[in-house]
């Protein structure tokens, strides 16, 4: 497994270009780099052309691979969907997290799957095409992607190694906390190519203007959530997982300085995990 550091916070947290996150992940630890390509991201889909190869050439000199990418795809159709996958390929980079589609509503589900479905043959033609693996990010709230069982519908029929599942176990354990998390990485298990990292808890807070109770989800550092990382991590070994794993650090409450402490614990936290496997 790569343990890479997905780049979003040092931009929106850090304002810190390419070669600043580049410098600051290498000194983390870590073996490589979830770069965003996608609107707001280090690299823009309409100048990805140019940006991808310079930002891919700064981090490798860094020492840093970079064998994922975080998009915002969601249709082959979409302007420069063809060129992100064209120059991923040149540049190396075999994995492409797509974008969201939101939850349309009760009623609707499964013609939104069915809907969704089919335009999931032009992203693996894409692909197949560019030798790249294309993934659902399973995102607990309002996603179609929320439930690790509608993931599963969505990929039936097509290949695993050009579209696959994006498994994320803190959004996973959002939504079924108990066993839910753990049943969904067995229903994917044949389709995990990528693993996102993070871990969430329930908070209860009083609501100021109502007075009464109400339950509000936070990001908490690796280990004080929901998430049970170890098991997570036994079944990846026994399903022979060895493709990228993100960390993501969402951590909005913390500056640059306090979010870098953080993920250095957060790794040292993953890396004694899988050196007891």
Request: aromatic residues 10%; glycine residues 10%; charged residues 25%.
């Amino acid at each position: 497994m790569q343990l890479l550091m997905f780049s979003k916070m040092l931009k929106e947290v850090g304002k810190l270009s390419v070669a600043e996150a580049g410098d600051r992940i290498a000194e983390m630890g870590f073996d490589g780099v979830d770069l965003t390509v996608r609107p707001g991201g280090h690299v823009l889909p309409e100048e990805v052309k140019g940006q991808l190869p310079e930002a891919v050439d700064i981090l490798e000199s860094k020492g840093l691979t970079v064998p994922m990418i975080t998009t915002g795809i969601t249709d082959a159709k979409e302007k420069y969907t063809e060129d992100v996958f064209r120059t991923a390929s040149r540049c190396g980079v075999k994995f492409l997290k797509l974008g969201y589609w939101p939850y349309e509503g009760f009623g609707k589900l499964k013609e939104q799957i069915e809907s969704v479905r089919s335009r999931l043959k032009g992203i693996q033609d894409l692909s197949e095409r560019y030798g790249a693996t294309a993934a659902i990010h399973i995102h607990s709230g309002n996603s179609l992607s929320a439930n690790p069982a509608v993931v599963w519908m969505l990929l039936q029929d097509y290949d695993p190694d050009y579209l696959g599942a994006y498994i994320d176990p803190g959004h996973m354990a959002v939504e079924g906390s108990l066993s839910g998390w753990r049943m969904g990485m067995d229903l994917l298990s044949q389709h995990i190519r990528m693993v996102a990292v993070k871990d969430f808890g329930w908070f209860q807070e009083r609501d100021e203007k109502t007075g009464k109770k109400r339950w509000r989800l936070d990001l908490v550092p690796l280990g004080d959530g929901l998430v049970p990382w170890p098991q997570v991590f036994t079944y990846l070994q026994q399903i022979k997982f060895d493709g990228p794993v993100s960390v993501h650090s969402e951590y909005k409450n913390l500056d640059l300085e306090e979010l870098i402490q953080q993920t250095k614990k957060d790794l040292i936290y993953l890396k004694n995990i899988l050196r007891t496997l």
